[in-house]
Structures are given as structure tokens and as C-alpha cells.
């Protein structure tokens, strides 16, 4: 369980991004990263964001081993310069939290929409959205520093539950690091500070406060 934390912006400006990304074309990736992403792709499809894969350990452990297959693709690329920015789309996670505010909306008597990772890398800003249609959302926003040409660091700053005619504030609660062991045009596959991973595609819109 995540420490509560009180706001505390750095206090120096982050420096911008040192590393400049290898862009991906569907040209560029190898036949064998296209057959691993393919096989990522078909183990995740029946899989409801996670939800089915938290009871069958054989099928994580698969989706695991090919996410191994992934990183191992994408291995010796930098992931952190500008194509990072964008929406992405959740598709899959092991992410408890995420996963159990999926499930139990229901109990809310909503339903969970798409859930969101928006990553601004020049303005070094991550919010992490899970949305309630047709006008609720639950979104959380980080300030970013890229460690390396693979992992950005994050420290949360503030959370948001909001609905058509409300809002609550409430207090940021972490920071950790993900690693983005893979990135290509329209897929990313991340691995974070507690053994967590998500698979997301590049959303079709832009999501915004």
C-alpha cells in the first residue's frame, strides 16, 4: 500500500529529456517482434483488461513469457523521448488497484470506461484516468523525470473524483518508476516498480481534464 503523501512539486525544474526516441514504422519491426506481438496480442484478447487473468496463474504466467519476449525485442531502444507522448489505452494489467476499480463499479452502479495513462514528455506530466461514462472520472496526475532511455520516474501529485456536477480532491499517495520495455507506433508494454505490467494501445483521441 502506497504511503499518503502531502503535495510537493520539485523543486528544481526538471531538466528535458536527454535521450532522443528511435521511432518505430510497421518497416522497422523485425518479423520475430511482429510475432511476439501478434502472440501478445491473442493471450491478452479474451482477457477483460485482467480481470479473468487474476484466477489462472498459467495464462499470466504465459502472457508474462511473452512479455519477456517483448522487452527482449525492444531491448537496446529508447522509449522515453517523444513518442511516449500520447493517450494509451489500458488493454491489460496485473495492477491490483486499477483491476479492483474495474470490478466493483458495478457496485456504484456504473460501469468502468476506458482506462487511460496520458503522458506529456516535454511538459513531464503522467495523469492516469480510469473514466465512468457518460460523465464521471477518477484521474490521477504525476510529475515525470526520464531516468534513462528506458524508465521514467514519477511522483504523484494530486487525485481527482469527479462527476457532472461535482468534484472531490483528494491527497496524492506515491512515486515509484515504470519501465517502458517496449514501444512501437501503436503498442506499449510496461513494467513498473512493483513487478506490475500493463499493455496499452495509442488511444484514437486525446483525453483532457
Known amino acids: 500500500m502506497a504511503t499518503f503523501l502531502l503535495p510537493n512539486p520539485f523543486a528544481t525544474k526538471l531538466p528535458r529529456p536527454r535521450y532522443s526516441h528511435r521511432r518505430f514504422t510497421c518497416s522497422s519491426v523485425t518479423a520475430q517482434s511482429r510475432s511476439a506481438r501478434e502472440h501478445l496480442l491473442a493471450l491478452i484478447a479474451d482477457q477483460d483488461r485482467g480481470l479473468r487473468t487474476q484466477s489462472d496463474p498459467a495464462k499470466r504466467a504465459a502472457i508474462v513469457e511473452a512479455i519477456d519476449a517483448m522487452a527482449a525485442a525492444g531491448a537496446g531502444s529508447v522509449t522515453t523521448g517523444d513518442s511516449l507522448s500520447a493517450t494509451w489505452r489500458l488493454l491489460w494489467t496485473t495492477e491490483k488497484e486499477q483491476l ?42 504525476s510529475a515525470i523525470e526520464v531516468a534513462s532511455p528506458q524508465k521514467v520516474n514519477f511522483r504523484f501529485t494530486s487525485a481527482v473524483l469527479r462527476g457532472k456536477n461535482w468534484e472531490i480532491p483528494l491527497p496524492p499517495f506515491g512515486q515509484g518508476w515504470f519501465d517502458t520495455v517496449y514501444l512501437d507506433d501503436d503498442l506499449r508494454v510496461v513494467k513498473d516498480i512493483r513487478g506490475d505490467y500493463l499493455i496499452v494501445d495509442r488511444a484514437t483521441y486525446n483525453w483532457k481534464e
Open 100 to 141: 479492483f476499480i474495474i470490478e466493483k463499479a458495478p457496485l456504484l452502479g456504473t460501469l468502468a470506461g476506458d482506462v487511460l495513462q496520458v503522458i506529456d514528455v516535454r511538459k513531464r506530466t503522467l495523469n492516469n484516468v480510469i473514466t465512468f461514462p457518460p460523465d464521471g472520472v477518477f484521474f490521477v496526475r
